[in-house]
């Protein structure tokens, strides 16, 4: 038996294409060309395309997870693994969570620090940008999105016809040769390109406040497949643009191409993608920290908003210690590996799992809950 879902909570399956895409285009967005080209060079546009695919399968498997009795990950790991082991699962999924949302937070303020206000200290702009959070993320999952809703159209409307301005200086020939690196190469550049993929598993919280949330695994298929031809885009561009010398030493490359744009009435168009591009990052951040606010206190019955003041105070905290660089690099190599295994370890053994245990268990045992915002 499907749970009561209150009409005031639940969105339209149509913007499960808003939710998924918003959650895989965030700030790796700005970085990721550099980082899949270290290991197949300017072959690593098939990278993006074998990351992109099996992200696809993954998303498959979920909603297979998913549609046992309309449930959230907490349920489904309960349901299979029991109140004990299923609750350190839980406990584990929701510190991802956490922490993918606190990657994504730091590295844009390193953004923010590096092209705008070099001179500005980081607890100044972490309070402001925390403040917004708090107010996005205690309003509710339907502001959360509508945040992806605008954070996904308003930046691509704005910045995506500036994506074609390097190709005045392209020189396609560096795409050739083609397929002149191995498939262990290509293996590690799809490694790496996960990290731009990673926020898809919040489908995990937010599925039961999809309206007829089985119609909408389309929708999640479109949202992954049009991140897959976005990346796809950015990564060809920058390939026929930069040799591949440059871009071992070009710290954030898309930015360096919306550069390019000129505008006669602003000088220094980068202050405007930066700017923007807070309408990208916040709908990941807010939808990774809402998920795991919801997901502890179903397990330690403690407020919501009670649990969004201890998380931001820790990203405060913790924002204004790792000030280092490198320290972030490999914070965000950590989310990364983690991910890996989470994605392509985890979710088919939870798939499989899943299976089995109905198998064993009466239809209409499990008791139901209405889930809240």
Same mark, same amino acid.
């Given at each position: 038996?499907?749970?009561?879902?209150?009409?005031?909570?639940?969105?339209?399956?149509?913007?499960?294409?808003?939710?998924?895409?918003?959650?895989?285009?965030?700030?790796?967005?700005?970085?990721?060309?550099?980082?899949?080209?270290?290991?197949?060079?300017?072959?690593?546009?098939?990278?993006?395309?074998?990351?992109?695919?099996?992200?696809?399968?993954?998303?498959?498997?979920?909603?297979?997870?998913?549609?046992?009795?309309?449930?959230?990950?907490?349920?489904?790991?309960?349901?299979?693994?029991?109140?004990?082991?299923?609750?350190?699962?839980?406990?584990?999924?929701?510190?991802?969570?956490?922490?993918?949302?606190?990657?994504?937070?730091?590295?844009?303020?390193?953004?923010?620090?590096?092209?705008?206000?070099?001179?500005?200290?980081?607890?100044?702009?972490?309070?402001?940008?925390?403040?917004?959070?708090?107010?996005?993320?205690?309003?509710?999952?339907?502001?959360?999105?509508?945040?992806?809703?605008?954070?996904?159209?308003?930046?691509?409307?704005?910045?995506?016809?500036?994506?074609?301005?390097?190709?005045?200086?392209?020189?396609?020939?560096?795409?050739?040769?083609?397929?002149?690196?191995?498939?262990?190469?290509?293996? +590690?550049?799809?490694?790496?390109?996960?990290?731009?993929?990673?926020?898809?598993?919040?489908?995990?919280?937010?599925?039961?406040?999809?309206?007829?949330? +089985?119609?909408?695994?389309?929708?999640?298929?479109?949202?992954?497949?049009?991140?897959?031809?976005?990346?796809?885009?950015?990564?060809?561009?920058?390939?026929?643009?930069?040799? +591949?010398?440059?871009?071992?030493?070009?710290?954030?490359?898309?930015?360096?191409?919306?550069?390019?744009?000129?505008?006669?009435?602003?000088?220094?168009? +980068?202050?405007?993608?930066?700017?923007?591009?807070?309408?990208?990052?916040?709908?990941?951040?807010?939808?990774?920290?809402?998920?795991?606010?919801?997901?502890?206190?179903?397990?330690?019955?403690?407020?919501?908003?009670?649990?969004?003041?201890?998380?931001?105070?820790?990203?405060?905290?913790?924002?204004?210690?790792?000030?280092?660089?490198?320290?972030?690099?490999?914070?965000?190599?950590?989310?990364?590996?983690?991910?890996?295994?989470?994605?392509?370890?985890?979710?088919?053994?939870?798939?499989?799992?899943?299976?089995?245990?109905?198998?064993?268990?009466?239809?209409?045992?499990?008791?139901?809950?209405?889930?809240?915002?």
């Amino acid at each position: 038996m499907k749970p009561f879902i209150d009409k005031r909570f639940v969105v339209s399956p149509f913007f499960v294409f808003f939710l998924i895409y918003s959650s895989q285009v965030d700030v790796g967005m700005l970085t990721f060309q550099r980082t899949i080209a270290k290991s197949a060079g300017y072959d690593a546009w098939m990278s993006v395309i074998i990351c992109g695919l099996s992200i696809q399968a993954v998303i498959w498997m979920m909603y297979r997870i998913l549609g046992t009795g309309n449930r959230d990950v907490i349920h489904i790991n309960s349901f299979c693994f029991g109140q004990w082991i299923g609750g350190m699962f839980n406990l584990c999924i929701m510190l991802y969570y956490l922490f993918a949302a606190f990657v994504v937070f730091r590295s844009y303020i390193e953004v923010i620090q590096v092209w705008m206000f070099p001179l500005m200290s980081t607890w100044q702009i972490s309070i402001i940008i925390l403040l917004l959070i708090y107010y996005i993320v205690s309003s509710g999952f339907r502001v959360i999105t509508g945040l992806c809703f605008w954070g996904a159209v308003l930046p691509f409307l704005f910045l995506f016809p500036l994506i074609f301005s390097p190709l005045e200086f392209a020189h396609f020939n560096n795409l050739l040769p083609l397929f002149h690196h191995s498939a262990k190469e290509i293996f +590690e550049s799809s490694k790496s390109m996960l990290f731009q993929f990673q926020g898809f598993e919040t489908l995990f919280m937010f599925y039961p406040f999809i309206k007829n949330a +089985e119609k909408s695994q389309k929708w999640a298929h479109y949202g992954t497949l049009f991140s897959i031809l976005l990346y796809l885009l950015v990564t060809i561009v920058t390939f026929v643009y930069f040799s +591949e010398g440059q871009l071992k030493h070009t710290l954030w490359p898309t930015l360096t191409l919306l550069k390019i744009a000129q505008v006669p009435i602003i000088e220094r168009f +980068e202050y405007i993608v930066v700017s923007l591009w807070l309408l990208v990052v916040l709908p990941t951040i807010t939808l990774h920290l809402w998920s795991a606010c919801r997901g502890v206190r179903k397990m330690v019955q403690c407020k919501q908003r009670i649990l969004l003041l201890i998380f931001l105070v820790g990203f405060g905290l913790l924002t204004n210690i790792i000030e280092d660089r490198n320290l972030i690099r490999r914070f965000t190599a950590v989310y990364s590996e983690i991910g890996f295994y989470f994605i392509y370890v985890y979710i088919p053994l939870l798939f499989v799992a899943v299976h089995i245990r109905q198998k064993w268990i009466k239809p209409g045992t499990v008791t139901d809950e209405a889930p809240k915002a």
